[in-house]
């Protein structure tokens, strides 16, 4: 199902977080009629959304955060903003990726579970595309970006039960109508891991080498593993002198990655589903089954790396603090990797060098 020239004409890549790209040009809007144009052959299609993704996704905004480094007394610390990707958050690096792996494999349609964020870029970008979106959200959760999903060619279903079993959901679903499947975890878990390695490809552009340590959220833990690869590839081909430690920061005893390695666990173990509560600022990182925990575990090891938790109030201090003092709106619960390498320098005051916190945008 294609999007209308209407939809197209919309400001789909300006919902979401304080963006901070130029209003779209008419040459981007050309290519956006292109590639959802049905009747245009597949290869231009893929070429113009190609082009769209060069243009609009990736590249965010990175510059050194002096205000907090003098709040803090810290050193060096750079701020990897993801809010001017089309969505706002990270998460268009790996939607926009499916979307054109499923338009190369000619998927008519594509799903997803998601707690808002994804969907919202999943929505997106599938628009673009022309292509048929089925987006699962668990029923109990109101995310507030709802309404940046329910545009032209998207279906949204309603599950009973939390974040993993709309996963299973969506699944089976993909599988049975023969729908492209996004959602992480599954065979397409590598095309992930390079959309969010593209962060360390970034850094490294900007510092021309690996700092010391960049510090992230972490949920299902793909944003951590595909950053560890991509910094892995770069040192593997002589670009770095070094990985950077891998510091994970999740919301207070409700995330399996930072469970495991605080208690030494070889792996990730699931958390009793009962007991997770949820809050409108943890919402982002909570998950009993982190399903690419492993994965994000084994690169905090591999890169002699840390974890930590955040309480929701201080997650909110320092989204606050982003903003009066670097002009940053960020969402609360990507502070959460911030926070756990401040707290550690707290303790133990780091050396001198360079660090990096990537950070989410907030909706507005």
């Known amino acids: 199902m294609s999007s209308t020239p209407e939809a197209l004409d919309s400001p789909l890549l300006l919902d979401g977080a304080t963006p901070d790209t130029d209003p779209l040009s008419d040459t ?26 060069d243009s609009e996704v990736g590249d965010t905004s990175f510059h050194r955060g002096r205000n907090v480094e003098r709040e803090v007394g810290f050193r060096q610390l750079y701020l990897k903003f993801e809010g001017g990707n089309p969505s706002g958050t990270q998460k268009d690096r790996v939607a926009f990726a499916q979307v054109m792996d499923a338009m190369r494999r000619r998927f008519e349609a ?65 599988e049975r109508d023969e729908i492209y499947d996004a959602n992480p975890g599954g065979a397409n878990t590598l095309i992930q891991l390079r959309a969010y390695g ?34 892995l590839s770069l040192y593997r081909r002589g670009k770095t002198s070094r990985i950077p430690r891998l510091v994970a920061g999740s919301t207070f005893n409700k995330n399996p990655i930072i469970r495991a390695f605080l208690k030494n666990s070889p792996t990730c173990d699931n958390l009793e589903p009962e007991r997770i ?10 998950n009993w089954h982190s399903i690419d925990g492993d994965l994000a575990l084994h690169a905090i090891r591999q890169s002699q790396g840390f974890g930590a938790y955040a309480t929701d109030k201080a997650m ?22 911030l926070i756990a390498l401040l707290d550690l320098h707290q303790k133990q005051p780091l050396p001198g060098d360079r660090y990096v916190a990537v950070l989410t945008g907030k909706r507005t």
């Open 110 to 174: 594509i799903t997803v579970a998601t707690c808002g964020n994804y969907g919202a870029a999943l929505s997106t970008a599938a628009a673009i595309a022309g292509m048929r979106c089925v987006i699962y959200i668990p029923e109990s959760y109101q995310t507030r970006r709802l309404d940046e999903m329910k545009r032209p060619g998207v279906e949204i279903v309603r599950v009973p039960g939390d974040y993993e079993r709309t996963v299973e959901a969506s699944r089976r679903r993909a």
């Open 28 to 53: 981007v809007l050309g290519l956006h009629h292109l590639a959802a144009d049905e009747r245009a052959p597949l290869e231009e299609r893929l070429e113009a959304f190609e082009d769209v993704v």
């Open 198 to 231: 593209e962060i360390a490809f970034e850094i490294y552009d900007e510092l021309r080498d690996a700092p010391a340590v960049v510090a992230v959220p972490v949920s299902n833990g793909t944003t951590l593993a595909g950053i560890y690869k991509g910094f």
């Open 277 to 286: 509560r949820e809050s409108k600022i943890n919402e982002p990182l909570i």
């Open 316 to 337: 909110l201090a320092y989204a606050r603090m982003l903003r009066e003092k670097e002009g940053l709106s960020v969402l609360p619960a990507s502070t959460a990797g």
